[in-house]
């Protein structure tokens, strides 16, 4: 089986883009192939045109879009690795949402009904910079939004490894458990 892992941070040397790295390496030693897809690395735009938006009402989909989404369709699970930016994830991510996964791909409206289309197994990775708080349900804040859109579009979602407390100077022995996390989490994706 293969995942595909969609990277959101700037940053080659960041904390997201070595997480992501230590899962596909989970991934990789259980057997099963991995494709990373670094939307800042690959220049991706993630700004909604006028001209996409009208073509979307004809179902005209853009050859930079089509090929995202048969990469999308060349794996059999979709990771998101990101970090949470004032409670978003970063625009570049949400842009690739809402650019790559369209009606008539990622879903279809059938008599009043919404129907998922990507039978993909899915996960994410995401660093927070605060930790974890027991008087603010912040997982939900942050976390709920994203698991919406990946339910929407028919995704089986697996637990999402949420890292609380990743700052620049945050623990090194906290950051080490994070990574082994995600390189465990790996190991298991497709168990």
């Keep these: 089986m293969k995942a ?8 080659q040397d ?4 070595t997480l992501a790295q230590h899962f596909a390496e989970g991934v990789n030693a259980s057997g099963h192939e991995v494709e990373i897809a670094d939307l800042y690395g690959e220049g991706f735009d993630p700004v909604v045109s006028i001209q996409e938006l009208e073509g979307w009402k004809e179902g005209k989909i ?8 048969e990469r999308i369709k060349s794996n ?9 930016w004032w409670s978003t994830p970063p625009a570049i991510l949400s842009g690739w949402l ?18 998922g289309l990507l039978k993909l197994r899915a996960q994410m990775l995401v660093n927070i910079g605060s930790g974890k708080r027991e008087d603010v349900d912040l ?10 859109v990946l339910t929407y579009c028919g995704m089986e979602i697996l637990p999402t490894q949420a890292n609380w ?27």
């Design 139 to 148: 997982a939900t804040l942050y976390l709920e939004p994203m698991l919406g």
């Design 62 to 69: 853009s050859p930079e879009i089509r090929a995202w989404q």
């Design 14 to 17: 960041s904390f997201t883009q």
């Design 98 to 115: 809402q650019r790559v996964l369209t009606q008539g791909f990622a879903f279809q409206h059938i008599a009043g009904r919404t129907e």
């Design 165 to 191: 407390g990743v700052y620049a100077e945050a623990d090194a022995a906290s950051l080490r458990a994070h990574l082994d996390r995600a390189f465990e989490n790996g190991v298991r994706f497709f168990a």
């Design 4 to 11: 595909l892992i969609v990277t959101a941070h700037p940053r």
């Design 76 to 84: 059999d699970a979709l990771v998101l690795a990101y970090p949470v």
